[in-house]
């Protein structure tokens, strides 16, 4: 089937946008009414299907390519994870697979969320860690999900603030002083990479913390490492509990 391929300078994702507006509650998704929606589902559908007649090959700066990638991957995983709904885990059956070989047209190119992934959100944010923060794997390990779509504006402030609620979320970072222990998630650990500039991801994160949760870093018997676990439970909201506001009276 002939497919005309559209090359654009900018490419908004209105309806993806709207859509995440109305699914998207703090850290989690509502995917049951993603799912059981019909307007929603149609919208999720259509926004998926446009992109296969957007190349991004020609957008005109390196931001509108970190959001057009982005964004891609986010909005494919919601659709990968909805059309397999309803399910607890990201490494549940058959959803591995389809992270791995399902294939999605982008700009009439056959792509998976991994190819999407390691061949272009990654270069796209080398010397930019703190972008890795907006790209959403479907886990409640990964960064969350943000309830707007990434725009060249807000970009580098969207990946500041979520750079920090990642870090200040104890699952992900914790400075066990009694124990001079700095550990942080293994998510992590697997792009330890992007942080070479920084010192790498202890150094990184430290810089988030506030004074009296941080580590002692020159202290040379602190021990930097990382958890043996990771969280791959979906980030539903029906299984995300809900955030501690750490300022309540206790």
């Known amino acids: 089937m002939f497919l005309k391929v559209e090359h654009p300078l900018v490419y908004h994702f209105t309806d993806y946008d709207a859509i995440l507006k109305k699914v998207v509650s703090g850290n989690a998704v509502n995917y049951e009414v993603l799912k059981s929606d019909p307007q929603l589902k149609k919208e999720l559908d259509g926004a998926v299907n446009e992109l296969s007649k ?47 070989t399902t294939k999605f047209l982008v700009g009439a190119t056959e792509l998976s969320l991994q190819d999407i992934f390691k061949g272009h959100v990654i270069p796209a944010i080398a010397g930019k860690p703190e972008d890795l923060f907006l790209a959403s794997g479907g886990a409640q390990g990964f960064p969350p999900l943000l309830d707007h779509a990434i725009v060249p504006k807000t970009l580098e402030a969207d990946a500041s603030q979520a750079a920090s609620s990642f870090v200040n979320n104890p699952e992900n970072a914790q400075y066990k002083s009694d124990r001079k222990t700095f550990i942080l998630t293994p998510f992590l650990k697997w792009h330890e990479g992007l942080f070479d500039s920084a010192g790498g991801p202890h150094e990184w994160a430290n810089r988030f913390l506030p004074t009296s949760k941080a580590a002692a870093l020159t202290d040379i018997q602190t021990i930097s490492t990382y958890a043996p676990d990771f969280n791959w439970r979906l980030n539903d909201t029906k299984l995300v509990a809900p955030q501690k506001d750490e300022n309540s009276a206790h």
């Open 54 to 100: 957007i190349n991004p090959d020609q957008l005109e700066s390196a931001q509108e390519q970190t959001c057009f990638w982005i964004n891609t991957y986010n909005l494919l995983v919601l659709k990968a994870v909805t059309d397999l709904y309803p399910i607890n885990s990201i490494m549940q059956r058959p959803l591995p697979r389809a992270f791995n």
